[in-house]
């Protein structure tokens, strides 16, 4: 009998604090030893002129979420995780959405049933609470955070979505008794309205208004809200897809006065600029880079690069919310009633096979960021911070054996007739990166290689986050 199921050779291991030549031997999907010249494996990869890289953790994406509008997601657990797996990732963190008036356990149980059988990667479930009702406060939720949906988004804009500041002081103090993580998305609502109807008032409808409509200085003012309520109630909590300087100088000043305030920024505040929704000529093309909160400017983008150099910045995730440009009858963001504004336009963009390629090439090819921070961004501490460590996120003997064997030198032109997701766009055509995986291992068996996806395999499943 062979003492390992498969060999890792030759390759250079990146952890979130060391870069070091060793082979990897894996056995039952999990990594049993570290060490040189391993031999005796029924399969072996060669990684010479690799870097061999945890498996990505994509701690915020959306699956085959529903929206309120009818406009359905391009992605569901299929196609959203065989693309997660080209680009890298062998865990991802999708969202089960409460909608408003529906039971929340409910929204749970549909979400497996949705993801069962059908995934390339390993999944988590975060949860969206969009309706803090006494039994959602007193009994569902702090029963499945005992279960281990141990993360949860909380929304503070959006009609059918979003908590008063009374609701979310009580959210977060359940969260705080039952130890869960707070996650926030922190724009102000009433001051995105008020723009909003100023804007429409002056013809000003198209998809660029969208951008100042949703303006930095909403994000910083929410950020501000949803720090001291969560210091009021003593309770940690993640500021997500954090956009520029304003909302990030508020978490630097949380974090001097010692609070528990966490931040996740996105590659579309390094790599998109508000202008890009202008599309050609304000025309409705700058639809497709719609997003909440939106791409700011260049200054902005330095801001976060500065933040994800420095440590402000934990995670970096892709939010994932996939439309396509023209779904059928009304479905994509090209429908009838966006084209009346932008505020009816679909919020999201894809990016979940382009998060790692994207910072790589920005950060580490460029000399912005070290290897071992990007790792640490992209895998580690998005699986420390939604309990999924040591098991993901890094490079260690009994973790599982979840793998990326990147090509530093590769050169690529970002493509949408390349990827894998549902929608019929990448808001990043054209770009040029250079660094993509080659080889995508997922609990020790081999899940794309040289790029090309094991369609048919589907190993990945649902993570009991108790059980870490
Ligand atoms: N928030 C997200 O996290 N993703 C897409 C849209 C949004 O508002
Ligand atoms: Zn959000
Ligand atoms: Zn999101």
């Known amino acids: 009998m062979s003492e390992f199921d498969l060999v890792v050779r030759g390759g250079t291991i990146v952890t979130a604090s060391d870069r070091f030549r060793a082979d990897l031997g894996i056995r039952d999907g999990r990594i049993v030893q570290i060490g040189h010249d391993l031999s005796g494996a029924r399969e072996v990869l060669d990684a010479t002129g690799r870097l061999v890289l945890p498996g990505g953790v994509d701690a915020h994406v959306h699956l085959a979420q529903p929206t309120s509008d009818g406009t359905i997601m391009a992605d569901d657990f299929d196609s959203g995780t065989r693309a997660a797996a080209a680009g890298g990732s062998t865990t991802v963190l999708p969202f089960a959405l409460q909608e408003k008036g529906k039971s929340l356990r409910e929204a749970v149980r549909d979400y497996h049933a949705k993801a069962e059988g059908n995934c390339h ?56 008794r039952e130890k869960a993580l707070v996650m926030v998305h922190a724009e102000g609502h009433d001051a995105i309205r008020h723009i909003t109807r100023k804007l429409e008032a002056a013809g000003q409808t198209a998809p660029y208004y969208h951008a100042i409509a949703h303006s930095e200085i909403a994000e910083r003012e929410a950020t501000h809200r949803a720090i001291s309520h969560a210091q009021l109630v ?16 508020q978490i630097q000043w ?68 996939p439309f396509r440009y023209q779904g059928e009858a009304g479905t994509g963001k090209d429908n009838p009633r966006a084209r009346t504004s932008f505020k009816w336009v679909p919020n999201g963009i894809p990016g979940i096979e382009t998060r790692l390629p994207i910072l790589f090439s920005e950060g580490v090819s460029k000399g912005r960021i070290s290897i071992e921070r990007f790792v640490e961004l992209t895998a580690t501490n998005p699986a420390k911070l939604y309990g999924l460590y040591p098991r993901k996120g890094s490079i260690v003997v009994g973790g599982d054996a979840d793998l990326v064997l ?42 794309v290689r040289n790029g090309v996806v094991d369609t048919d395999a589907r190993r990945g499943g649902h993570i009991d986050r108790t059980a870490i």
């Open 406 to 447: 990147w090509d530093p030198e590769e050169a690529r032109t970002i493509t949408q007739g390349d990827l894998h997701h549902g929608s019929d766009y990448t808001p990043y055509e054209g770009m040029q990166v250079t660094g993509w995986p080659q080889v995508v291992v997922l609990k020790g068996q081999v899940v």
């Open 234 to 249: 003593d309770v940690p909590i993640v500021i997500v897809h954090v956009s520029g300087r304003d909302p990030m100088e």
């Open 121 to 176: 990667v390993d999944v988590a479930f975060h949860l969206i609470v969009s309706d803090p009702t006494p039994q959602v406060l007193g009994q569902e939720l702090p029963a499945l955070i005992r279960d281990g949906y141990s993360s949860f988004k909380v929304f503070m804009t959006y009609d059918d979505l979003r908590l008063t500041d009374a609701e979310l002081l009580d959210v977060f103090e359940v969260a705080r």
């Open 254 to 321: 949380a974090r001097k006065r010692g609070l528990r305030v966490h931040a996740e920024t996105c590659p579309q505040y390094i790599a998109l600029t508000r202008d890009d929704l202008k599309g050609l000529n304000m025309d409705f093309e700058g639809a497709k880079y719609v997003c909440s909160p939106p791409p700011r400017d260049t200054a902005a983008q330095e801001a976060i690069w500065e933040g994800l150099r420095d440590g402000t910045f934990d995670l970096f995730s892709s939010d994932h919310a």
